[in-house]
Structures are given as structure tokens and as C-alpha cells.
């Protein structure tokens, strides 16, 4: 890892990433704070990040499609600088008691197009700068930065919290996307544009057609074989888990366990430590099966959320949640990797999009059925929902037929119906 380090291009890029997460980590707890304060209601909360995500799930496809066409460091610069303004917005309506349900639902849905247009063309980005072979490294050091900002974010956003308020916390995620979109003005990036069947027909009187069948190819080839789909069924569970936990963990902690600002800031720290292990583990793990790691790894997160739920003491459920994401950390380089390790240059863009139409949908779900079981039902009994599906997820993996590769051996496969997306592609 100490290697990708020595890349120019990846300190910017891991710079940038460490700020816009580390400034994240303070806006997943200070936003449905200031909504949780203002209404009371889970509900609400829930609402407000399923329009952050309902613009990525109608729109991913598209901008997977238009994306693999235009230079993605503009793409970019140009989202950060857009999230930094609706962050500020957001800043400036609290401030002026303006910002009701509709309105902060409004910016959340532009902040979630916003983001989509920057994941696609990140996720894009990574091979064609740094080569396939340097993914792992690539993937579990950005997943360093994820632990360092898990680790420190949270607890300084409920000591900022106690002490300045959810509004001014705020403020740490707006001056985030603006050290992002400097560390992107900086990067050498050289565009290159894969062209297809569809970009050279001008020919064809049904070129439209064929476009809009372009823009589905990402979403067939997430289900074009064996690895592919196992890949999609973990995405779905470790999106599901990724916001329902959190989501549901802080109602817990606010709502029915009465606990501080503080202690509920430890408590997502414990995450932070949790990756930080994970990272380190990885780099010693990498070169056994990926089937097998992700089956341990998956029971191991079970483990964790089960504390979580359980326990009313925040010192057992910061241990819950250090083995919980922890683990999942780790499964989560698994995953990136092995998507990008597996599937063909020139459809990277379109399977990020698909990856990015899935993982919406799945929080859309998520965020529903916890915010609405939360509300009537209680936090505890929505994780047992999540502790279900790594349950499935672990023997799903158990069941397939998928070799056992470590994680640098995979490769882009043959699909079972190779001929039909050839014919599509060029």
C-alpha cells in the first residue's frame, strides 16, 4: 500500500476522498439531528434520505451512458462544486428557520444527482489511472481514509454538536467538498473515450433505439454470470446494511436509550476503529480465497449489529459496532475489486452506473422499511433485519459455485451470453 502512495495522482485523489468523507461523517449525524429535533419523527428522517437517493436511482443509467463520453475530471470538480453549494444552503436556511421538510427534500434530491455523477466517474476513473493489478491497494486505501474519518468524525460531531450545534456542524462537510474539488484541479488525468457500436452508426435510421439499448447494457452485465450476480446480491446487502444500521443505531441510541451526544459520537467511532483494524487485516488477508474471506467476514458483522441491538450500554454497543463495520469494511474492498477486476474496460462507466441504480434502490428500501419499523415497531427489531441478511448473504456465498480466487486472480469472465453483449458493444 505504502506504493500507491508514491503516485501523485492517488495522494490527490486520497486526499480529496479523506475530506469529503471525514466531512460526511459529521453531516450523517447533524442533519437527521436538526430533523430529528425539529419533528420527533423517524419517518421524517427517513423521508429526507430517500430523496437524496430517489435522482441516483432514476438517473444512474443515463449518466453511466453520458459519462463514458466526457472528461470525468470535469465531471468532478463540477459535483463538488455543486454539493458545496446545496451544503451551505442548508447551512443558511437553518440559520434563518427556513428550512422545512420540503425544502431540505428538495436540496437533498439535487445533493443525490450531484453525487451519482461524481461516484460513476470516480469509480471509472480508478482503473485507467493507476492499472487493474493496484486495485486492491487502490481500494483498501481508500477504505483507510473511510476508517480514519469513522474513527475521528463522529465523535468530534458530538462533541461539536454539544458545544456549537447541528447547524455549525454542518459546516465541516461544506468546507470538505471544497478541499475535494481542489485536490481534483490537480490531478493529471488523460481522457479517453471507448467508442461502441452505437457512437459510430450515424448511419442507422434507429440509432435512438439502439441508444437507449446501450444504456442497459451495465444492468445486463451485472447479471451476465455466476461472479457478476453474487457481486449484485452483495451490493444489495451491504447498502442495505450501510445506511440501516447507522440509521437505525442512532435512533436507538437518541430516541430509546436516552444516550448523549457524546456517547452516540463513541459509538460511531467504534466504526472508525473497526475499518482501521479491517485495512490493516486486509493487507494480510488478500492472498487467500475472496469466497471464503467474505463468508467469515459476513458472519462476523452479523456478530456486531446482534450487540448493537441488544445492548442498552454504550460501551457494548461501540463494540458492536467496531466487529459490525469492521468486517464490513472489508468485505466492501472485496466487493469494489472484484467488480472492476471482473468486468471489461470499456463498460466500466455503465456497470458503475448499474452498481449505482441497484445501491439506490436498495437504500430507497432500506431507509423505508427501518424508518418505518423504527417508528412503530421499534429500532431494535428493524436490525434484526439486517442481522438476517448477512445471515443470507454468508450461505448464498456458501451455495454458488464461484471459484475459489484470491481477489488479484479474478479477471473479466466470459458471459453466458457474451455473443448478444459483443454485438451490443462494438
Given amino acids: 500500500m505504502k506504493n500507491i502512495f508514491s503516485n501523485k495522482n492517488f495522494r490527490l485523489l486520497w486526499i480529496g476522498q479523506l475530506a469529503t468523507i471525514f466531512g460526511n461523517r459529521f453531516s450523517e449525524i447533524a442533519l ?32 453511466g451512458n453520458l459519462i463514458e463520453k466526457i472528461n470525468k475530471k470535469k465531471v468532478l470538480l463540477f459535483s463538488d462544486a455543486i454539493q458545496f453549494i446545496i451544503t451551505t444552503l442548508i447551512i443558511i436556511f437553518t440559520l434563518n428557520d427556513s428550512l422545512s421538510i420540503s425544502v431540505i427534500s428538495i436540496l437533498m434530491f439535487v445533493s443525490g444527482i450531484a453525487n451519482l455523477f461524481f461516484r460513476v466517474s470516480f469509480n471509472s476513473m480508478l482503473p485507467s489511472i493507476f492499472g487493474r493489478e493496484k486495485l486492491v491497494d487502490v481500494h483498501n486505501s481508500i477504505e483507510a481514509a473511510d476508517a480514519v474519518s469513522t474513527l475521528l468524525g463522529p465523535i468530534l460531531a458530538g462533541t461539536s454538536i454539544a458545544l456549537l450545534g447541528a447547524v455549525w456542524t454542518m ?54 454470470n455466476k461472479i457478476q450476480v453474487l457481486l449484485t446480491f452483495t451490493q444489495v446487502t451491504l447498502y442495505f446494511l450501510t445506511v440501516g444500521v447507522g440509521f437505525l443505531t442512532l435512533i436507538l441510541t437518541k430516541e430509546v436509550n436516552e444516550l448523549s451526544a457524546f456517547e452516540i459520537g463513541v459509538i460511531f467511532s467504534g466504526a472508525g476503529v473497526g475499518n482501521i483494524v479491517g485495512v490493516l487485516i486486509m493487507n494480510k488477508v488478500k492472498k487467500y480465497s475472496w469466497k471464503n474471506l467474505s463468508i467469515t467476514l459476513f458472519f462476523v458483522s452479523a456478530v456486531g449489529v446482534l450487540l448493537v441491538a441488544l445492548s442498552k450500554e454504550f460501551i457494548v454497543a461501540t463494540l458492536g459496532m467496531f466487529l459490525y463495520d469492521g468486517a464490513l469494511s472489508m468485505i466492501f474492498v472485496l466487493y469494489s475489486t472484484a467488480r472492476q477486476a471482473s468486468t471489461h474496460d470499456h463498460l466500466l462507466a455503465r456497470v458503475s ?11 430507497l428500501l432500506s431507509t423505508t422499511i427501518s424508518s418505518f419499523i423504527a417508528e412503530y415497531y421499534g429500532p431494535q427489531n428493524a436490525l434484526w433485519i439486517c442481522i438476517a441478511l448477512l445471515f443470507i448473504t454468508a450461505v448464498l456465498y456458501t451455495r454458488l459455485a464461484v471459484p475459489k480466487l484470491t481477489i488479484s486472480e479474478l479477471k473479466p469472465e466470459k458471459s453466458e451470453n457474451e455473443e448478444e453483449l459483443q454485438s451490443e458493444i462494438y
Wanted: glycine share 6%; with cysteine.
Fill in 32 to 63: 437527521p439531528w436538526i430533523i430529528l429535533n425539529q419533528t420527533g419523527s423517524p419517518l421524517k428522517v427517513g423521508l429526507v434520505i430517500i430523496c437524496q437517493h430517489i435522482g441516483p436511482m432514476v438517473f444512474s443509467i443515463p449518466v
Fill in 171 to 224: 459546516s465541516i462537510d461544506a468546507f470538505s467538498f471544497l478541499l475535494s474539488f481542489l485536490s481534483v484541479l490537480f490531478i493529471t488525468y488523460n481522457f479517453k473515450m471507448f467508442a461502441s457500436k452505437v457512437d459510430n452508426d450515424t448511419r442507422s435510421p434507429s440509432k435512438s433505439i439502439s441508444s437507449k439499448s446501450e444504456w442497459i447494457l451495465g444492468i445486463k452485465y451485472i447479471f451476465s
Fill in 353 to 363: 452506473s448499474a452498481g449505482v441504480l441497484i445501491s439506490s434502490s436498495t437504500i
